[in-house]
């Protein structure tokens, strides 16, 4: 595990990797069954476990990124070339690529100022004819104006994609984020709340989806799924749809059991760390924190909201300080070369909170000694 020295030079994020997960690849090494296997299946089950899925009817399937779940599901709502999916333009390019891979066309639009997620106003001026799914990105956690989003959907039979690399540990209206709603992609990349290493789930509402969501993990080879769950493997088999190499392998998911023990405790201390930080910069003119109640998120980030102009200083007051911070996003992905000529909305709030978001330092064990350094920094910067 990578040791912090407090006084030392302090980065945005530090994956937890405790002994557990030492311990955790250790006995998966000596286990020796490396690919698709039953610590998969038990990956699965337990996330299901956390996220409370058996009480609701709804089903996991883990992926070896968030991109590829993100992907699956765009196919799953049946996007292909010729159909477009409404996105945020304020979120990480893995979710415009995962829509761009299915064939179908991104659709630019807008987020609320104040949550930074999808505008359901700007939305409903962007479904047209060719429209299949809207794709939300809970950012920082924070879900918004999602029942709206969910009407919409229903009025004009769309799926909802829920791109919540940054909410495990959410919850809305007291249900946690996967638990309720339609297709819901999960990330367990090297920085996110919990890590496989490289990783992520999606969870569908719908048991026949299952199967479907094996096929295309796995080449689109059928029955094989539920032979190496059991260390086995079908030698024989047919190929019944267009398939990838989307699956988690054993290491990865033994990384994840051993994460998900400790899920509780990462999200209470960050949900204390984004707690000082609100309360530490609640009083600073010119300086906005998102405002939320972080009892109702899993943080993944803690973004600050500054004016423009103070921004690049800022970064370099905390730099001088041996303070890294991050930007999230600091372009709206319709600006990118690739996605030039995308149909989109109005971006206006896009366009403006891109240069005002900074990403401070938020991991699961941050040391006082930290926190109190990150606000200083921040508080000498405004004073
Ligand atoms: C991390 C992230 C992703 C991509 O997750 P991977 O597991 O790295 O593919 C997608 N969307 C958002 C908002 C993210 O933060």
Not at 136 to 158: F, K, N, P, Q, T
């Amino acid at each position: 595990m990578p040791d912090i020295d407090p006084e030392g030079h302090i980065p945005v994020f530090v994956p937890h990797l405790g002994p557990e997960v030492y311990e955790a690849t250790a006995q998966a090494l000596d286990f020796g069954y490396l690919g698709l296997g039953p610590l998969t299946k038990r990956f699965e089950d337990a996330l299901a476990s956390w996220l409370d899925l058996g009480r609701e009817g709804r089903h996991v399937v883990a992926t070896n990124s968030c991109t590829a779940a993100l992907h699956l599901a765009t196919l799953l709502a049946g996007a292909g070339p010729g159909d477009e999916v409404i996105c945020p333009a304020f979120t990480y390019v893995a979710a415009h690529q995962a829509v761009s891979m299915s064939g179908a066309d991104v659709v630019f639009c807008d987020v609320d100022d104040g949550t930074f997620c999808l505008d359901p106003d700007k939305a409903r001026a962007l479904v047209g004819e060719r429209t299949k799914a809207i794709m939300v990105c809970h950012y920082a956690g924070a879900v918004g104006r999602l029942d709206e989003i969910y009407g919409l959907a229903d009025e004009h039979g769309l799926r909802v994609i829920e791109d919540a690399a940054h909410a495990l540990g959410s919850r809305h209206r007291d249900r946690l984020v996967g638990s309720f709603g339609d297709l819901v992609c999960f990330s367990f990349g090297p920085v996110k709340t919990i890590t496989t290493l490289e990783g992520g789930a999606i969870v569908t509402p719908r048991v026949d989806e299952v199967a479907t969501l094996h096929q295309h993990r796995l080449l689109g080879v059928d029955k094989d799924t539920e032979a190496r769950y059991e260390s086995r493997r079908a030698w024989e088999y047919d190929v019944v749809r267009p398939g990838f190499r989307y699956h988690l392998g054993s290491i990865p998911s033994a990384v994840g059991l051993a994460q998900l023990e400790l899920l509780d405790t990462f999200v209470k201390n960050r949900r204390d760390y984004c707690r000082a930080y609100d309360e530490a910069f609640a009083a600073l003119p010119g300086v906005t924190t998102m405002g939320v109640d972080w009892e109702d998120v899993g943080p993944f980030i803690y973004p600050l909201r500054v004016p423009a102009a103070a921004r690049p200083g800022l970064v370099e007051h905390l730099r001088a300080r041996g303070i890294d911070t991050g930007i999230h996003f600091f372009m709206g992905a319709h600006g990118f070369s690739q996605y030039r000529d995308s149909r989109r909305g109005d971006l206006s709030v896009t366009e403006r909170v891109c240069h005002e978001t900074l990403t401070l330092p938020l991991w699961s064990f941050m040391d006082q000694r930290v926190l109190d350094r990150v606000i200083d920094g921040v508080q000498s910067f405004f004073a």
